[in-house]
């Protein structure tokens, strides 16, 4: 029985191969080199096993075939003995040597398929670069980085994406290890978002958008990225269209992610982000700009305020915002009034509730009233409230406040002064003063 079979599986391979002599007659011999008959006889061989998926019996044939025919006898010759090479260094992945002449071997077979067939010059160089990141030995770092840069050369706008993440990664690596200059991790991140940008400009996709920010990552955690060089690279994006949300999200992100957010290019990105696409969250960046500039107070109160009504804002976030903006307020600008409006709105939240109080009572504190020794030292009244409310809302604060208490205790008026104005302790009493209005209790030092 098993006669039989072999006899019909050699007799399958015999007239495949006489088909290929007949192909040869019909188109001539060239294409298959000067020993013709055993180019096609291995040819005709592997291919068989190849249709059975048997490798093994496979390899022997095709290294036959490879040995006498020309590339140009099948590029599926070269793409056969690509697959059969991969098995074959997964075979000997704990066999170094053997796997480094595997390895040599596939690269020559990438680089015969550039050089026989350009018209499939471009995947073939993806395929070359895809196959030395995945099986290349530590210590060919610098090997690799140069193939996927010609990877990226020659690719242009079909380069594979993770072609032009790894390029960059190797870059650094390398930069890292002492055997690049900085100036070639520049070039590397600029190679490889020109491509990018090439690759999304003809066939736009999330993967591309994912990779331009992979790359940006990479760059900004690179010790390469400094503002100065952030700055050459974006402007230009930036000045070709100044209303991508894609370039203007990029520039914000990495910008943000390295510390260069003095720059002015910074600053307009996030307003034209925050005008292509308005949210609490780039408003309160925006806040956090123009507060941090000499001249921004109002813009950074209008963005802030702006933040807070928008309604991806929740309540708790909401609250956070009212606490930085009474924060900012009293702090940067001396408005108390506005501040004390906004800790109170911070105050609806549970969260902010101690801390909010705390702020309050300290604004209470320093404000100034003019007015009889009562109403100047008024202030001080509000001030111990507040702090009593902070220490009831949040037990952990009651050291402090109780420092704080002690020491406005000092400024309470004396009880024969009160008496003098017909309060007592305990009376209920209305602060007017600056703009602000409290209902407070009447504490003298007896």
């Known amino acids: 029985m098993t006669n039989i079979i072999n006899s019909k599986h050699m007799k399958r391979i015999l007239l495949a191969t006489i088909a290929l002599f007949v192909s040869i007659l019909v188109f001539g011999q060239g294409k298959y080199g000067a020993d013709s008959a055993e180019c096609i006889k291995y040819l005709s061989f592997y291919m068989q096993y190849m249709k059975q998926d048997n490798m093994e019996d496979a390899a022997p044939n095709w290294r036959n075939a490879i040995k006498y025919c020309p590339p140009t006898a099948s590029q599926n010759m070269l793409l056969d003995g690509m697959k059969i090479l991969r098995n074959d260094i997964n075979k000997y992945r704990n066999n170094p040597i053997r796997k480094k002449e595997l390895v040599d071997s596939l690269m020559m077979l990438h680089q015969m398929r550039i050089d026989t067939y350009p018209k499939y010059a471009v995947t073939a160089t993806n395929n070359k670069a895809v196959d030395m990141m995945n099986y290349a030995d530590p210590g060919s770092e610098m090997e690799v980085y140069e193939t996927l840069g010609q990877a990226l050369d020659v690719a242009k706008e079909k380069a594979s994406t993770t072609v032009a993440v790894r390029y960059v990664d190797y870059a650094i690596q390398l ?17 490889s978002i020109e491509t990018l940008e090439a690759v999304r400009a003809a066939k736009p996709s999330k993967m591309v958008d994912n990779a331009i920010a992979d790359v940006e990552s990479l760059f900004a955690g690179s010790g390469v990225a400094s503002c100065e060089n952030l700055v050459a690279v974006f402007q230009p994006r930036y000045d070709a269209a100044p209303e991508d949300e894609t370039v203007l999200s990029n520039i914000v992100t990495l910008f943000s992610s390295t510390g260069c957010t003095e720059e002015d290019l910074f600053l307009k990105a996030v307003e034209g982000l925050y005008k292509v696409d308005p949210s609490s969250n780039s408003a309160h960046l925006l806040f956090q700009l123009y507060s941090s500039l000499p001249d921004g107070a109002d813009q950074a109160v209008k963005y802030m305020n702006e933040a807070i009504a928008f309604e991806d804002s929740d309540a708790e976030k909401d609250a956070e915002y009212y606490f930085e903006l009474a924060t900012y307020l009293f702090s940067k600008l001396d408005r108390k009034a506005e ?34 020794p ?59 003063c600056n703009g602000m209005t409290e209902s407070t209790t009447v504490r003298t030092q007896k």
Not at 341 to 359: Q, V
Request: charged share 25%.
């Open 175 to 191: 930069y890292k290890s002492g055997r690049l200059m900085d100036s070639d991790v520049f070039s590397a991140f600029e190679k």
């Open 339 to 372: 501040a004390v409006a906004a800790a109170k709105k911070a105050a609806a939240s549970a969260t902010w509730e101690a801390r909010a109080y705390y702020l309050i009572g300290t604004i209470w504190s320093v404000t100034k009233c003019d007015g009889n």
């Open 374 to 432: 009562i109403e100047t030292r008024a202030p001080f009244w509000a001030a111990t409230d507040y702090m009593i409310k902070a220490k009831n809302a949040d037990p952990s604060m009651a050291e402090d406040v109780d420092k704080q208490i002690a020491t406005y205790r000092q400024y309470y008026p004396l009880q024969s002064d009160a008496f003098m104005y017909d309060i007592v302790d305990g009376d209920r009493y209305q602060i007017n």
